[in-house]
C-alpha cells in the first residue's frame, strides 16, 4: 500500500480521495497554524512513496534523499514551485507536480480586489473611519485615483496575468500593455492589448503595473530603485506572485520617497516577515499571502494534487508534471 505524507493539514476533499484509494495517508497535524518544520519532514517523508508539500516547505536534496528508496512523486499544493528544488527532484528521478489553472480566477479576482483597494484607498479610509476622523464629509477627503480608462502593465501573460488583463479590458476599459518573453498576437486582437518588447519601456507608460511571473533567478528583485525611478510617480505596483520578485527595502524606499504612488501586495520577500517599514506608511495595503484562499479554490488544489498521485500511483503520466 503506497504510504503519502502530507507536510500540512489541507482541505479533506484531497485526502479523503486518496483515503478512498486504499492509500496510508499521514498528515502532519502539528503544523495546522505553523510552517513545518524541518525535523517533522525529514522523519515525516521516511519509507514514503509520496510527499504532498506546500508552499512554506522549502523541499531540498536533503528531504528527498530522506525519503530514498521509496519516494517517487513530490506533489506540490500551489501552481508555483519555487520552493522545490527540480533539479535536484529530476537527477533522482522524483516526479514534481503542481495545481495550476484551478487558482487562475481566485488570484485574479484577489489581484483586481488590490487594485480597486489601494486606487480608491480602501484600507486607509477603513482605518481613518475606525479611529474615529470622520468628523464631516470633504471635497478633498481621501482622493484617490480612478481605475476606469486608465493604463494596465501586465508583466507575465500567462494564466493570472491574461486573466487580469481580461478584467482590466473588458470590465474597465483600461489600455493593457503586457510584457512576456512570449508574444500573444490572438490575446492582443481579442483585448486591444500592445506588447512593450521589455519591462523597461513598458514602466514609464504605466498607471498600474501587475506582476505574475514566476519566480526564477532572472525574476529574483526584478523590480529594485531603478526599476522603481522608471514608474510614474503617480503609479500603482500591485505584486500577486512571488515576493523575492521585489527589493523590500527599495519598495518602502520608493514609496516613502513617492517614486511611485502606492503599492498593494500579497507576497513578501522574507515571508512570513515584513520589511518593518511598509508597516508604517499608508500607501500600501499587504495581504497575507491569500490570492487563492477560497474555499472552492484551495478544494479544487486539494482534489488536483490528489489527482496527480493518483495518477502517478497509477502508472500513468500525472496531469500536471512539472517539466
Ligand atoms: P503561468 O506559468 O501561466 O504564467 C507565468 C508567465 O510569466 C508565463 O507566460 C511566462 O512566459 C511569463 N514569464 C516568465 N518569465 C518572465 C519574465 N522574466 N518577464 C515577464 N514574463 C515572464 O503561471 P500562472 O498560473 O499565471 O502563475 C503565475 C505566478 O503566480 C506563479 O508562478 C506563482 O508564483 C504566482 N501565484 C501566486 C499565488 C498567490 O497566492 N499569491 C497564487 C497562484 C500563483
Redesign the pocket.
Known sequence: MAKIFITRPIPEAGSKMLRDKGYEVVVNEAARERAAAQEEMLAGIVGSDVLLSVLTDKITAEIMDAGLPTLKIIANY???F?NVDIEAAKQRGIMVTNT??V??DT?AE?TFALILAIAHRIAEADRFSRAGKYHAWGPELLLGSDVSGKTLGV????????RVAYHAAKGFGMKVLY????QNPDFEKEYGAVYVAN?DDLLPQCDFVSI?????D??RH?FNEERFKKMKPSAYLIN???GPIIDEKALALSLSKGLIRGAAI??FENEPDITPELKELDNIIMTP?????TQETRDKMAELAATNIIEALEGRTPPNLVK
Request: glycine share 12%; no cysteine.
Open positions: 500551489a501552481v508555483g519555487d495550476p489553472g487558482l487562475t488570484v484577489h508583466l507575465g501573460l500567462g494564466r493570472i496575468g491574461s510584457y512576456d518573453p512570449k519591462i505574475h511571473v514566476p519566480l526564477l532572472s525574476t526584478l500577486t506572485s512571488r500579497d507576497v499571502h491569500i490570492a487563492s484562499a
